[in-house]
């Protein structure tokens, strides 16, 4: 489904409360997702539906062409910022951990194989997951390249056999507190893994009204709306 730019977490939520059964994915970028709709981005993780989120972040707006974005580091020359950008980006990966996020990651587009298994962690995930995908725009970014990236990401397992960290999550589980301190802490190379995972009730879960089934499934011909459109109109 293709919404309005900037509202598709509103969209992707109220679709999750209608089925419950579907799985719903949202794809979206840094530009949209942290500039317009950056109070849905936060309040989704407190509400805790079960959608993942995957965030495509080129650092800049690619879409309008090479902008300034809220994931641009201070100091980036683009068309909107012509005499530099002086503005503090977003740590929108931190500010999800606050808002009670239960799955917070980040990867690199050129190693697909380990994107993709956290993709696949993040969607089996019953609850609302995030992953910050760091992705060069060819075109326009002339700066966070692949030789930038590849220069500046380090995985923060590479030291351990990831086969048995993908069988062994909970084991390897920081608290939100440990997460919080990697992602404020500022470093010379960029970190990539899962950073916390938590399971609680979801959204859905805690609704009455869907002990049984999906709002789709249910039998509505016996409902009567009258007295209430009478009171609100």
């Avoid at 707006?61 to 641009?72: E, G, H, N, R, V």
């Avoid at 530099?84 to 929108?92: C, F, G, L, Q």
């Avoid at 075109?139 to 966070?144: A, D, I, R």
């Avoid at 009204?209 to 011909?221: A, G, P, T, W, Y």
């Amino acid at each position: 489904m293709c919404t309005l730019h900037g509202r598709s977490i509103p969209v992707a939520k109220w679709v999750k409360l209608a089925n419950k059964d579907l799985t719903v994915i949202v794809n979206a970028w840094d530009w949209d997702s942290l500039w317009i709709w950056l109070w849905h981005f936060s309040h989704s993780f407190r509400r805790n539906l079960d959608i993942t989120l995957l965030i495509d972040n080129n650092w800049i707006y690619w879409l309008t062409k090479w902008q300034t974005s809220p994931t641009a580091k201070k100091w980036t020359f683009s068309s909107s910022t012509p005499f530099w950008s002086i503005e503090t980006p977003v740590n929108w990966l931190a500010l999800a951990t606050l808002m009670w996020a239960t799955f917070v990651a980040r990867w690199f587009t050129w190693d697909q194989k380990w994107l993709t298994a956290i993709i696949e962690e993040a969607i089996k995930h019953k609850w609302t997951a995030v992953i910050d995908i760091l992705q060069p725009c060819v075109t326009f970014n002339k700066v966070e390249t692949y030789e930038y990236y590849f220069e500046k990401v380090e995985d923060i397992w590479e030291n351990l056999e990831k086969n048995n960290i993908l069988n062994n999550w909970k084991k390897i589980i920081w608290s939100r507190e440990d997460a919080l301190k990697i992602l404020t802490t500022q470093q010379e190379k960029i970190p990539v893994w899962i950073f916390y995972r938590e399971e609680i009730p979801t959204y859905e879960d805690q609704c009455f009204q869907m002990d049984n089934e999906s709002l789709v499934k249910q039998n509505i011909e016996n409902i009567d709306v009258e007295n209430i459109m009478k009171k609100f109109s």
